[in-house]
């Protein structure tokens, strides 16, 4: 073993033979072990979170949306035959977008309406879970002695909810695109029939989404056999941006791609700068750790100045001075980098379990549902983000050793041992 490195060692011992390690070196590494812990437990949430979004964004959303500059889509049918042999393209539907009110015992409100094929819609998109029903009985209509039974329509349970409907109820879809009488232009009125209320787990889309079949949006909406645009699913979801140029390039204007980053630009971007934040606020806890780095160094450095004076009269260099003051601090920084990641990475990974046990004993939910439309507290540990917080830490716990490793090895043999 290198002496150096065996006086370090010894430097991080106690004085009294009672105690293995000083308490200034205990407190030091604690600073550590917290910050690196925090951290990682922090961003594993924030990664967990934004992947829970990201799912339900992309579950109700496909991965690229297929539009033409007109407005509406005409010969979708050809489209869908070109595209759909595309590289890393799983599925294709087309859908039809509109907005509409529906209006049931009194009570109206805004909801967009969501025309789908459901034979191919689901190979695309994914609603969630159904509350009630199911989609089995979209567009479908029987015959009665009073005429057909109204087609069917999915609702979202927020809507279901606020307009207190419930499955198999009757309710009025009303058009804003108008059909011409002799009095003026009249309000289109339908009537459907509440075939399923669903869940997506997103508030915005359960109180403002409503789904017809394909056919049921097309006459409604007045919309003949054109559809808004054709919704792509593929295999690689991070491959969109790709996908969406050769689709554009293959089938030119007037027809545009748009892929599901820049549809949830704004948002998935307020999400990457609150994790950078986060990250940054969180950096300061490591570097107030770094500085119990530097105060412990500099009080081993006045309390040694006899041992480094003695260390130099027999021959060690200033540099052999300095490396025993930064192994010192680097065995400091590096326990407490070690001892936070594995605290670290087992929070993050029974966050769940920990939040679970904390509502049994105290009765307080940390994320209570109908605030946060949460089932659980989401964590995913990014190991690249444990690397990176490791490195940083390991080199703040190195730059806090310069300085006090420097005035070590500046000290005067001779004025140390004046007054010994």
């Known amino acids: 073993m290198a002496y150096e490195l065996l006086v370090a060692l010894r430097y991080l011992r106690a004085k009294r033979k009672q105690t293995f390690i000083s308490t200034n070196t205990i407190i030091s590494i604690g600073g550590i072990f917290l910050g690196v812990a925090a951290l990682i437990v922090v961003l594993a949430v924030m ?112 809507l279901a909810g606020n307009m207190g409907v419930l499955l198999n109820d009757s309710i009025e879809v009303l058009s804003p695109m108008g059909v011409p ?50 919704e792509v699913k593929l295999k690689n979801i991070y491959s969109a941006r790709e996908v969406a140029a050769a689709i554009e390039k293959k ?9 599901w980053m820049e549809m949830n630009k704004n948002l998935f971007s307020a999400l990457r700068l609150e994790k950078t934040v986060m990250f940054i606020i969180l950096c300061l806890i490591v570097v107030v750790a770094a500085f119990s780095i530097i105060t412990t160094l500099i009080m081993t450095v006045m309390e040694k100045a006899k041992d480094i004076a003695i260390l130099k009269s027999m021959g060690a260099t200033s540099r052999s001075i300095m490396k025993i003051f930064m192994i010192q601090g680097l065995i400091i920084g590096g326990f407490g980098t ?51 917080i490791a490195a940083i830490t390991l080199l703040l716990s190195f730059l806090a050793t310069i300085y006090p490793s420097w005035s070590a090895s500046k000290l005067d043999p001779a004025e140390a041992l004046r007054y010994e």
């Open 47 to 158: 990664s967990g979170f934004e992947r829970d979004l990201r799912e339900k964004i992309l579950g109700i959303n496909s991965h690229i949306v297929l539009m033409e500059y007109t407005g509406v889509m005409k010969d979708y049918r050809e489209v869908l035959k070109e595209i759909s042999g595309m590289k890393d393209i799983v599925a294709v539907t087309p859908f039809i977008y509109g907005q509409s009110m529906i209006k049931h015992q009194g009570k109206v409100t805004g909801v967009v309406i969501r025309g789908i094929e459901p034979d191919t819609a689901f190979s695309v998109i994914s609603i969630g879970k159904m509350v009630e029903g199911g989609f089995e009985k979209l567009g479908k209509t029987t015959a009665s002695g009073e005429g057909d039974e109204p087609s069917g329509i999915v609702i979202g349970k927020e």
């Open 181 to 230: 009488t002799p009095l003026g232009m009249a309000p289109r009125i339908k009537k459907f029939k509440v075939a399923g209320i669903f869940d997506s787990g997103f508030y915005e889309y359960d109180s403002s989404l409503a789904f017809l079949s394909l056919t049921d949006a097309q006459n409604f909406l007045n919309m003949k056999d054109l559809v808004t645009g054709i």
């Open 251 to 259: 089938l030119g204007y007037p027809y545009w791609a748009r892929p």
């Open 338 to 388: 070690i001892l936070g990641c594995i605290a670290g990475i087992a929070v993050a990974v029974n966050v769940e379990r920990i939040a679970s046990a904390i509502e049994k004993l105290f009765g307080f939910k940390i994320l209570p549902q109908d605030v946060y439309y949460l089932n659980e507290l989401p964590s995913q540990v990014n190991y690249g983000d444990v690397v990176l």
